[in-house]
């Protein structure tokens, strides 16, 4: 008699039940699928449906249950026992908590608000936290930030309007030329993964910029091996480049950035290096068609990009562009000078500057001196800048009307 075929389960189920949310082992808030069994989490894996990473998960993703599980997290209110920095605590109730919070922060609402300074971990309700603070009448809060993540957010609301990983991000699908600045790879790492391999499956130009060559760098078209701590040198030795070459899209400083604005050039003064602004607190620049200073914000401006003018008063100001000039523009900022302290040879230097972006190359194939017509929403918005104040720079006035810059 034949033996019966023993039967193997070869995917036995792991969770009677799944909770899709995010993950905030980093703060990328990649999409995760939680399975549960008998309420308690057995195993986390990625979604493939989540915008964001897509069903990709990091290994620190993976070990968020040991977070939730860890025998150091808090579970109840504690209250302080013994003197300060003792550790001596008790656990209390929620309604007892409540109940002694609510007494010592409606004394000091009543007696002034602003007497309240705190601060929060990392957790994913800092806005919540923020938007409390407001409404109790102090501006002092702050929140947990990570060398590892704020640097990005920093670079991406200068860069792109927003946080790198939540609001905003590098356009994968149609950059030519990718440029990256030393990013710890255990921050937003799935979303940058998905992208490189976007960019280096058509052919992009991907440089890193690190002192190590590991993780993204091993993977880039070309790695520049920066002393630490030189970054920033760097980059402004490619602003020098770019400004002595007039490789500047100033279209899209003029419509995306405060470079037109004035600010007020008193030494010595309280209100130096301050920006210009009217009754109402609004920023201005100065309007070529009126020869005054306006609102740098109303749709019929036409800012001046570059020079020095007379306010109302008599207080001098210029531009920040012209600000950023002049200051860039010094021989202490040539390649030849950085190279030695960043590492990078000068030539690599120059020859970074030299190869833009696609927006960027844009500006670079119509000549400065070249009318430009666009026109501005909400409706047609008169520009025009004057080049002065670096050396063998043309003094005359650019003009056109504007419209939004074409994308790629």
Known sequence: MPRAEEQIEL??????????????????RCGIKVHLKDGRIRYIEGNRDHPVNKGVLCGKGSAGLMNHYSPARLTSPLLRTGPRGSGEFREIGWDEAMAIAADWLGKIRARNPRELAFFTGRDQSQALTGWWAQQFGTPNYSAHGGFCSVNMAAAGLYTLGGSFWEFGEPDWERTRYFLMFGVAEDHDSNPIKIGLGKLKGRGAKFVSVNPVKTGYSAIADEWLGINPGTDGLLVLSLVHELLKADRIDLDFLARYT????????????????????????????????????????????SPVIAGEFTLPGGRKATTVFQLMAERYLDSRYAPETVA?????????????????????????????????????????????????????????????????????
């Open 11 to 28: 995917s036995r189920p792991i969770s009677d039940e799944v909770k899709r949310t995010t993950c905030y082992m980093c703060a990328c």
């Open 258 to 301: 405060n470079a037109p604005w004035l600010v007020i050039r008193n030494p010595g003064g309280a209100d130096d290096g301050l920006f210009a602004r009217d009754v109402a607190g609004r920023s201005l620049c100065w309007d070529r068609a009126t020869n005054r200073a306006m609102d740098a914000n109303a749709p019929e401006a």
């Open 340 to 408: 030695g302290e960043t590492g990078i040879p000068a030539a690599t230097i120059r020859a970074r500057s030299h190869r833009p972006s696609a927006r960027t190359a844009r500006a670079i194939r119509t000549p400065l001196s070249a009318v430009r017509r666009w026109a501005f929403p909400p409706g047609p918005r008169i520009f025009s800048w004057r080049r002065t104040g670096r050396p063998g720079a043309s003094t005359r006035p650019i003009a056109g009307r504007r419209r939004s810059p074409p994308m790629d």
